[in-house]
């Protein structure tokens, strides 16, 4: 059982760097493999990175490779996601996830607990 709890969104103007924090409850964080995800207005819930349970492996989506990195720190049972070089169309709810078991995944519907979500806004 997992209870995760976003922050560290805000306004910023492209080509800054913001870094999100998701904080989660519960002594198992460290079994758990964690996620980002995010959703614009009228667009649908994409991947944006993931990490296995142990930081043993990372992924991304394609288009954001080598500009976000994801990374956690299980002593703290947080996950962190840092964004650089910002761009408008970066502008969206940003989600964590957690999944069971070690591994990660790029789909949504394999993550069983999700945050409420912070809002990242870039303005041009």
């Known amino acids: 059982q997992v209870q995760l709890v976003e922050s560290g969104g805000g306004l910023v103007q492209a080509g800054d760097s913001l870094r999100l924090s998701c904080a989660a409850s519960g002594r198992t964080f460290s079994t758990y493999a964690m996620g980002w995800f995010r959703q614009a207005p009228g667009k649908k819930r994409e991947f944006v990175a993931a990490?296995?349970?142990?930081?043993?492996?990372?992924t991304y989506a394609d288009s954001l490779r080598g500009r976000f990195t994801i990374s956690r720190d299980n002593s703290k049972n947080t996950v962190y996601l840092q964004m650089n070089k910002m761009k408008p169309e970066d502008t969206a709810v940003y989600y964590c996830?957690?999944?069971?078991?070690?591994?990660?995944?790029?789909?949504?519907?394999?993550?069983?607990?999700w945050g409420q979500g912070t809002q990242v806004t870039v303005s041009s």
């Open positions: 996830a957690a999944k069971s078991g070690t591994t990660y995944s790029t789909l949504a519907y394999r993550y069983n607990y």
């Open positions: 990490i296995s349970a142990t930081s043993s492996s990372t």
